[in-house]
């Protein structure tokens, strides 16, 4: 399993960005997919979910209305689109898979939200 995740970056409040996530080695539509994110000094939180196959779609409270995430089956990736960004949005973004009870995570991209 592999999971690499692109897209972090610098952004100024009320900015967007697209962070994406290729995957390989396991069935990619049959598994919820994740992205989780850990800010300095804080335990890593989950930001949304993407349901197997698509179905359906979870975001923590602190990011609804603001974030989407978004899979393309064919490709592997997952994407999480962020706008309307804020300065607590700052913290390492990473993607996740839980097969058969164990977690696979990718290196993690940053997002600075920042004046």
């Known amino acids: 399993v592999q999971l690499v995740e692109s897209g972090g970056g610098l952004v100024q409040p009320g900015g967007s960005l697209r962070l994406s996530c290729a995957a390989s080695g396991f069935t990619f539509s049959g598994y919820h997919m994740n992205w989780y994110r850990q800010a300095p000094g804080k335990e890593r939180e989950l930001v949304a979910t993407s349901t197997s196959f698509g179905v359906g779609t979870n975001y923590a409270d602190s990011v609804k209305g603001r974030f989407t995430i978004s899979r393309d089956n064919a490709e592997k990736t997952v994407y999480l689109q962020m706008n309307r960004l804020k300065p607590e949005d700052t913290a390492v973004y990473y993607c996740?898979?839980?097969?058969?009870?164990?977690?696979?995570w990718g290196q993690g991209t940053q997002v600075t939200v920042s004046s």
């Open positions: 996740n898979v839980r097969i058969r009870g164990f977690n696979y």
